[in-house]
Nanobody, 124 residues
Framework: QVQLVESGGGLVQAGGSLRLSCAAS????????MGWFRQAPGKEREFVAS????????YYADSVKGRFTISRDNAKNTVSLQMNNLKPEDTAVYYC?????????????????WGEGTQVTVSS
């Protein structure tokens, strides 16, 4: 099992930037891929980005491609999501998650452990 704690959420104006971080403990960090998901009020949780176990591969939802960057530091057991050019439609609770395996994972079923989430609000 993996324990995950997100940080870095907040309120930002459209066009601004935020950086989310997620600290992991438990299962060896380099043994699984990581991902970020988000959930807006009244909507299902949706995939945002994923990174493979050594960080060599990344994958993004079309809605964030070119604006968000996922990265990981296996020495520090952390994964980050740099979010630039934020839009009001990016407003959601953002969750980091630990995958069941080492390669890119894009659905909620692929993930075994979840953080509590951090709120991101983008004002217009």
């Amino acid at each position: 099992q993996v324990q995950l704690v997100e940080s870095g959420g907040g309120l930002v104006q459209a066009g601004g930037s935020l950086r989310l971080s997620c600290a992991a403990s438990g299962r060896p960090f380099s043994s699984y891929a990581m991902g970020w998901f988000r959930q807006a009020p009244g909507k299902e949780r949706e995939f945002v980005a994923s990174i493979s176990w050594r960080g060599g591969s990344t994958y993004y939802a079309d809605s964030v491609k070119g604006r968000f960057t996922i990265s990981r530091d296996n020495a520090k057991n952390t994964v980050s999501l740099q979010m630039n050019n934020l839009k009001p439609e990016d407003t959601a609770v953002y969750y980091c998650a630990a995958a069941k395996w080492r390669t890119i994972a894009t659905t909620t079923r692929d993930y075994a452990d979840w953080g509590e989430g951090t709120q991101v609000t983008v004002s217009s």
